[in-house]
Nanobody
Framework: EVQLVESGGGLVQAGGSLRLSCAAS????????IGWFRQAPGKEREGVSC????????YYADSVKGRFTISSDNAKNTVYLQMNSLKSEDTAVYYC????????????WGRGTQVTVSS
């Protein structure tokens, strides 16, 4: 059974940092691209970042470039999202997801972790 479990969310002041983790199990980690998505209240879910299984290349949404960093630890089957210089508009539920299409068509999703940035 594929499982993706996010952790690391919480309440932080604007300008602060958080590191999200996504622990994966039930599939061959190296076979999938893995990414982070978020959904703010009243808004559609959007892609935040993705890391490729093929060459480790990364994608970032324009709104987080220069502030967020995605990384993976294949030995631990875990992907991280380091979030710095957080803004109130980063407030959302953050989900990790996997697919084989550079995060354009996620097949499996975690349940999400809440990030709240107070201004």
């Amino acid at each position: 059974e594929v499982q993706l479990v996010e952790s690391g969310g919480g309440l932080v002041q604007a300008g602060g940092s958080l590191r999200l983790s996504c622990a994966a199990s039930g599939f061959t980690f190296d076979d999938y691209d893995i990414g982070w998505f978020r959904q703010a209240p009243g808004k559609e879910r959007e892609g935040v970042s993705c890391i490729s299984r093929v060459d480790g290349s990364t994608y970032y949404a324009d709104s987080v470039k220069g502030r967020f960093t995605i990384s993976s630890d294949n030995a631990k089957n875990t992907v991280y999202l380091q979030m710095n210089s957080l803004k109130s508009e980063d407030t959302a539920v953050y989900y990790c997801a996997v697919d084989r299409y550079y995060c354009t068509g996620p097949q499996y999703w975690g349940r999400g972790t809440q990030v709240t940035v107070s201004s």
